[in-house]
């Protein structure tokens, strides 16, 4: 994979080809974790979010892609935006913005969670992110790219041990700033 990234970063548009369609299944599954945990009659789908996400990749500068680590982290983040943006879009055409079901474990512990709250929980994760980018990307991979404690520690390279000690001190950062 990373072979093909540098060679995608390269201006080589077969590796590019050849980079989505390998891990094309595996985004789809990512963004179907997401949508999973919203609500019931969402209108986006899996592959709507997979694709919009590609489309804002592919609407900025070729990227300098260093490892597969850094392909999801950029990828989960555009999975990111589209949702917040998706948000944001119901709340400009209904007051109550509807109901966003879980947010992972955070979820299992406030319950559902509203569009207005998840953009409140999205500039949360950007303020994280300007204090400890490497917590604010674990919770953007658990949350918004939907991983596992074990795949997170995977594209982290760290131990699950380590993510799920970072898992909960970001968690109670968030806690804190949201009940602000």
Not at 52 to 57: D, F, G, K
Not at 80 to 95: E, M, N, P, S
Not at 110 to 123: F, Y
Not at 145 to 152: A, D, I, V
């Given at each position: 994979m990373t072979v093909l990234l540098r060679a995608w970063s390269s201006g080589e548009e077969r590796a590019r080809e050849a980079l989505i369609a390998m891990v094309y299944g595996?985004?789809?599954?990512?963004?179907r974790r997401q949508l999973r945990r919203e609500r019931?009659?969402?209108?986006?789908?899996?592959?709507?979010?997979?694709?919009?996400?590609?489309?804002?990749?592919?609407?900025?500068d070729p990227i300098a892609w260093q490892?597969?680590?850094?392909?999801?982290?950029?990828?989960?983040?555009?999975?990111?935006?589209?949702?917040?943006?998706?948000?944001?879009?119901?709340?400009?055409?209904?007051?109550?913005g509807g109901v966003i079901e879980g947010w992972d474990d955070v979820a299992t512990e406030?319950?559902?969670?509203?569009?207005?709250?998840?953009?409140?929980?999205?500039?949360?994760l950007t303020q994280l992110a300007a204090i400890d980018p490497h917590k604010a990307q674990l919770v953007q991979l658990r949350f918004f790219?939907?991983?596992?404690?074990?795949?997170?520690a995977e594209l982290l390279g760290c131990s699950r041990a380590t993510v799920v000690r970072d898992w909960r001190m970001a968690r109670a950062w968030l806690f804190r700033e949201l009940g602000r």
């Open positions: 595996q985004l789809r599954s990512i963004a019931h009659n969402h209108t986006l789908q899996p592959t709507a979010v997979v694709h919009e996400a590609y489309a804002r990749l592919m609407a900025h490892d597969r680590r850094h392909f999801f982290a950029v990828i989960t983040r555009a999975m990111r935006h589209v949702l917040v943006d998706h948000a944001r879009a119901r709340l400009a055409g209904k007051r109550d406030v319950g559902l969670v509203r569009a207005p709250e998840l953009l409140a929980i999205d500039e949360a790219g939907g991983l596992s404690l074990e795949e997170t």
